[in-house]
């Protein structure tokens, strides 16, 4: 017969081995539906601003209008200037006129090279600038080539759209950062990928190009906040599983977000002091999910996923 001792130490082992897992479950509750949002916060310093990469649609253009109406100015990136034009104009009709804020932009077209970084952004120089999130970016879909069928012009193009042209953009914007720093809290946010964790076939550069994000952001974090002074500088790689836009045709449903939606999570959970967050927590729980199934299963049903996403590309649906 097994000992009353023997029981209860197997009982405290137990215990001890779920403890993280509790913490971890009291973190999500209190993440996702006790925390009050932050966003306040980074409204400073007289006229704040925040810049959006790619927000002439899809998520960045909900970002867009969420932050606008929160009292944020507005510097906004895209790469048709017409397309741009009636989204500011859009966005000045959210705010009562007597509030009125400014909404000012650039153009550029992020997957091509040498762009004059330091010029584009000479006109927002002085300005007060306390949040930016790095929208832009994308797969190009799901396509059926593997990387040898692929021309070397894709790859560099992929790889400037998605992480080139975010780090280069923040390498011109940081100075600046650090003196809108010295009057309250200024947060560089990346939009990533729930991709980059697990690689999926015919979308390794993408994955890779966003997994670089994840690790510039610890980088970065580090720099600002560890080695001298600490600047005020924050980053945070937003874990992004699929959102309804025009570039993802997947149905909204539970697990899938409008943009309008998820650009709501984006602002509640800004702020909340992690280095990498999901922003909705239905992706939270996918992460989760995912990470307890091993890596083997998590490939296979990958695979069998991106061959459905690969057809629904094909028919446009
Ligand atoms: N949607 C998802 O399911 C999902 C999942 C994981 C991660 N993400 C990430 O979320 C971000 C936004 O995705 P989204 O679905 O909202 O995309 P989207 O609807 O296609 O919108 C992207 C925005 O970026 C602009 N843009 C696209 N290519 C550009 C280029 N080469 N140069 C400059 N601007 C460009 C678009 O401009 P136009 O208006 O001119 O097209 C648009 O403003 C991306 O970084 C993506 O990787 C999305």
New binding site residues.
Partial sequence: MVSQAVVNAFAVVGALLSLPLLLRFLGFIWLYFLRPTMIHRYVHGGYPYAVIT????????AVASELYTRGFNLIL????EK?MQKVVQELLHLRDPSAQGVVRYFI????KPGHDFEKMLEPFKDLNITLVIH?????NGVQPEKLDERPEEYIHNLVR??ALFPLLLTRVLLPQLRRSAKHGPVLVQF?????SDISPPRLPIYAAS?RFLEALVRGLDNDEQNFGPPTGVRFTYLA????H????PQKPGLNTPT?EQFARAIVQRTGCGRRRVAPYAMHAVSTFVVGGLGERTVDYYTAQEMKTLIDVYAKGE
């Fill in positions: 790619g927000a002439t649609d899809g998520i960045g253009r990136h895209g790469r048709n397309k550029a077209d992020a997957t929208n832009v970016g994308g797969s759209w998605n939009v990533g990928s729930l991709a966003k992004v599983g699929p959102v836009t025009a570039s993802m943009s």
